[in-house]
């Protein structure tokens, strides 16, 4: 069992999907800047390209994501015209330089698209990008999940499937506003598997509303016994005031902050002793997935995507709130959908606010990336640092070794609140940050 230190906890910090943070992202850079990097990606330039479809048929409570119901037909349409007007523009710049190994699809659902609609969007990108046979991977909705989307996803060479699981606890599903039975999830998996499919992820998580430990080790139970190549366990994020949908969650049958972390411990004993090998501080992998393989050769990234194996440096976002990281180079798309349209529509970048990181920024990033990544780190033997970091020392959460600062196995649900203290631009008041655990 971990050591429990709350008032190591008590302060939100951010996932660390990139750094800078998004929060830190601002309107001084935009699409000029984006243009230029375009222009500097030089021939042969890998590329992982991710498409984002921000609209679900059913709208979970709980969900952070930038998404909203696909009610209408012609808002669908509307917004995937715009989507590839954006993917000409960007490929029209890059020039057939860039050589494109993934493509990954997120949301929102993709599959609130019609199958039809899937294929036409994957074959136009694939057509403009020449992308000859990149890896594609898609998140799927289960509720919307059919077998013709089995067939469809494997007919267009879908290597990896992401399904949003979450929980299996009937009571929790009602009280996040997702209702799927098991059975649903069994037949997702089943399809999925006949077709060929069996790079599978399920998506977990702990810290919902009426959500005890027993309901919790029961989903993962369920989880292991259909054998997932990766599973994510994500702690649920309450910020209604961020948030309004999360607002039909009553905050008082929320786990507190004790439960919150025996859940992720639970979590963690469960799936390490079910054989799959924890990446970072929410995600596992069986040993032959090459999330895994990756982790044990030290390459493991950390994205938008969250933990990966994809090692290229140029991530290319489409749709609206996706966000772009190329060397030197943060920028984020349009949040909203009509605005988004709006730019496209003139002919212009949807690109509203980045950041430029310095070299003091490039290397917070490398710190931060490869604590959360490896659990260790080379640092200068800056005394400040040593200062900063001495609590977690001082509780047997870190060691060092010379000039590398590793962190403990006790101290792997600390990795977020270590890692922050290398976050330059983050103070106590400074936005709304999820909870460590």
Known sequence: MWPYYPELLSRPVPRYTSYPTAAEFHGGVGAKAYVQALDAIAPGTPLSLYVHIPFCKMICWYCGCNTGAASKAQRLAAYLDALETELTLVAKRIGGRGSVKRIAFGGGSPNALSTVEFVRLLDRIITVFAAGQPEISIEIDPRGFTSEWALVLAASNVSRVSLGVQTFAPHVQEAIGRIQPLSLIENCVSALRMRGIDAINFDLMYGLPNQSLADLG????????????????????????????????????????????????????????????????????????????????????????????????????????????????????????????????????????????????????????????????????????????????????????????????????????????????????????????
């Open 218 to 437: 029961d989903s993962i139970e369920q989880a292991i016994r259909l054998r997932p190549t990766r599973v994510a366990l994500f702690g649920y994020a309450h910020l209604p005031n961020m948030i309004p949908r999360q607002r039909r969650i009553d905050g008082s049958i929320l786990p507190d902050a004790n439960l919150r972390f025996q859940q992720s411990a639970l979590g963690y004993d469960l799936l390490t002793s079910a054989g799959y090998m924890p990446i970072g501080f929410d995600h596992f992998a069986l040993p032959e997935d090459p999330l895994a393989i990756a982790a044990k050769s030290g390459k493991v990234r950390r994205n938008f995507q969250g933990f990966t194996e994809d090692c290229n440096d140029n991530l290319l976002g489409f749709g609206a709130s996706s966000i772009s990281m190329l060397p030197g180079l943060l920028v984020q798309n349009e949040k909203n959908v009509g605005p988004y349209r709006d730019h496209l529509n003139a002919g212009t970048l949807p690109t509203v606010r980045g950041f430029i990181p310095d070299a003091n920024d490039i290397e917070h990033s490398r710190w931060i990336e490869r604590l959360l990544c490896e659990g260790s780190v080379e640092l200068g033997s800056d005394a400040e640092t040593r200062r900063a970091l001495q609590p977690f020392e001082d509780r047997g959460l870190t060691k060092w070794r010379g000039n590398i600062l590793y962190i403990e196995d006790s101290g792997r649900p600390y990795a977020r609140c270590i890692a922050a203290t290398f976050d330059r631009f983050r103070t106590p008041d400074k936005g709304q940050a999820s909870q460590a655990i």
